[in-house]
């Protein structure tokens, strides 16, 4: 089995692909198999990880064309085709490049964030745009004497949102983010709308007016790709949709 891995850092006047082939092993992840690169090949390749456990959010990177968190992605369930994603197609990082899925697994940076060595990448801009959004509780009365209790329901709907652990997989496999680096992306707008929705909040519909803006909530083109990669099933899409709505008083 090979993995063609995305090569970059300072200094170079572009990227290259290096190919290594390593034996495939049942519940190999791909973020074990860059583990195993790093140890029998080459100790310089650079990479994210913290939990190992799809709790983190920092091993997300463009795995065979689409945004996936490595240590959740089999090796074995690419090669098997098991792990097709219907997204949208969008530029991403070299769209020439050839690879044979069957035999092969593609190892990319996220797209839409610049690279900084091989596959990590500056989450600046997605940090930036996810703050300034204020994704902070304000409460609409003084600290209660115990505890807030909420309503089932209200929880049931708010942990459609309160899941997203921050992997920017949604923001680097949205096209609008491709073609308009300023707009806020679906993981800030589902935070915001989160937060709108959450029957503790004092502000109400105050909230929704912070994304109301040429490259806020109206900027989405509702291709759906942040909702078909999200490794939490997170719905950025019909977040936004619902917040248009009822900015446009049809709630
Ligand atoms: S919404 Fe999903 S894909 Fe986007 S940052 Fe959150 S967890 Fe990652
Ligand atoms: S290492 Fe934490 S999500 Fe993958």
Sequence with gaps: MKLKVYRY????????????????????????????????????IAFHYSCRGAVCGSCAMLINKVPRLACRTQVESLLKGELDVPISSYPAINETIEWDPEKEVLIE?????????????????FFKYYRSLEPILRPSDDDPEKERLMDPEHVKELELYTNCILCASCFGACPVEGNNPEYLGPAALAKLYRFHIDP???????????????????????????YQVCPKGVSPIMAIAKAVRELNGDK
């Design 9 to 44: 850092h300072e200094g170079m006047d572009s990227p290259r692909y290096d190919t290594f082939e390593i034996d495939s092993s049942p519940g190999l992840t791909v973020l074990g198999a860059l583990f195993q690169l790093q140890k029998e090949f080459d100790d310089s």
């Design 109 to 125: 940076p996220l797209p839409h964030l610049p690279v900084i060595k091989d596959l990590i990448v500056d989450m600046d801009a």
């Design 200 to 226: 503790r909040e004092a502000e109400g519909n105050e909230r929704l007016k912070l994304a109301d803006t040429p490259n806020g909530w109206s900027a989405c083109d509702s291709y759906g790709n942040c």
